[in-house]
């Protein structure tokens, strides 16, 4: 599976982006699909993630959304009220599952990435 993700970009604060993950190589629906973050000087963190569930890490709950579209191949995250502190790299990661797992090291396809800045 190759994963592309975009969308990034600079944005005011209580702002909204629509990044997405565009997959292509496998069949795509069988995959659990997560978004990561990595801000600079700290380690990556999961923000979200869609497999035979959605999960949410507990900072972005309310205001994060991770709809798919597996016509398209694409899963996206909506990011809104976003702050200053979300400022970070953003990626997509993949693996063959219905779990949806946090920690990185469970993931087997990672996109390139997508900056996401944040400000006051």
């Known amino acids: 599976v190759q994963l592309q993700a975009s969308g990034g970009g600079l944005v005011q604060a209580g702002g909204s982006l629509r990044l997405s993950c565009a997959a292509s190589?496998?069949?795509?629906?069988?995959?659990?699909v997560a978004w990561f973050r990595q801000a600079p000087g700290k380690e990556r963190e999961f923000v979200a993630g869609i497999g035979g569930y959605t999960r949410y890490a507990e900072s972005v709950k309310g205001r994060f959304t991770i709809p798919r579209d597996n016509a398209k191949s694409t899963v996206y995250l909506q990011t809104n009220s976003l702050k200053p502190d979300e400022t970070a790299v953003y990626y997509c990661?993949?693996?063959?599952?219905?779990?949806?797992?946090?920690?990185?090291?469970?993931?087997?396809?990672w996109g390139q990435g997508t900056l996401v800045t944040v400000s006051s």
């Open positions: 990661a993949a693996r063959r599952s219905i779990a949806v797992y946090t920690n990185t090291e469970t993931y087997d396809y």
């Open positions: 190589g496998q069949t795509f629906s069988s995959y659990t």
